[in-house]
T-cell receptor, first 113, second 113 residues
């Protein structure tokens, strides 16, 4: 059974650019959540999508956005990149609503220069 | 304001002994708690969880204890093995918050042979 797949694994972008990260959840999982991990702030929740609808959103600026497709795959987009956006971006999938069963991908390491 | 705190950034334990990792929370709406293990450049791996209706959950060498009145949970690893060396995160979820997890800052566990 394939796990959560995130692409690309590594990315280097310049300040002011935008970036799109992709996440393919485990087959059958309908919920996809995104997290940002930085040394200073730890793991912080970005947003969650379920059946193509954003269900929850963390405390991040509007430059961070996402979407989910009908096959449950999800993308997140960061526009007008800042140096502080350098982080490991993690995606987690689960079957549906409620607790438990979260499986994380290996993440995308974004470096903004 | 950190709603989930892991006050020990690191812990060193001898192989074969017990490792105890602690986590405190402030949000009384949290009703489900999880522990994750994380290696560098990888996504967190789910270890064990506990619902607020229980005070203990055991899975092999891993046991999680929940003290709701103290808003405190702990993860016990017995016996500790060198392969357990990693960063451990506790996370919490509210019943009506979908799959949004609030993470602690992590504790780096080092198990010495």
């Amino acid at each position: 059974k394939a796990g959560v797949t995130q692409t690309p694994r590594y990315l280097i972008k310049t300040r002011g650019q935008q970036v799109t990260l992709s996440c393919s959840p485990i087959s059958g999982h309908r919920s996809v959540s995104w997290y940002q991990q930085t040394p200073g702030q730890g793991l912080q929740f970005l947003f969650e999508y379920f059946s193509e609808t954003q269900r929850n959103k963390g405390n991040f600026p509007g430059r961070f956005s996402g979407r989910q497709f009908s096959n449950s795959r999800s993308e997140m987009n960061v526009s007008t990149l800042e140096l502080g956006d350098s982080a490991l971006y993690l995606c987690a999938s689960s079957l549906g609503a409620g607790s438990g069963g979260y499986t994380f991908g290996s993440g995308t390491r974004l470096t903004v220069v | 304001d950190q709603q989930v705190k892991q006050n020990s950034p690191s812990l060193s334990v001898q192989e074969g002994r017990i490792s105890i990792l602690n986590c405190d929370y402030t949000n009384s709406m949290f009703d489900y708690f999880l522990w994750y293990k994380k290696y560098p450049a990888e996504g967190p791996t789910f270890l064990i969880s506990i619902s607020s209706i229980k005070d203990k959950n055991e899975d092999g060498r891993f046991t999680v204890f929940l003290n709701k009145s103290a808003k405190h949970l702990s993860l016990h690893i017995v016996p500790s093995q060198p392969g357990d060396s990693a960063v451990y995160f506790c996370a919490a979820n509210e019943d009506n918050a979908g799959n949004m997890l609030t993470f602690g800052g992590g504790t780096r566990l080092m198990v010495k042979p």
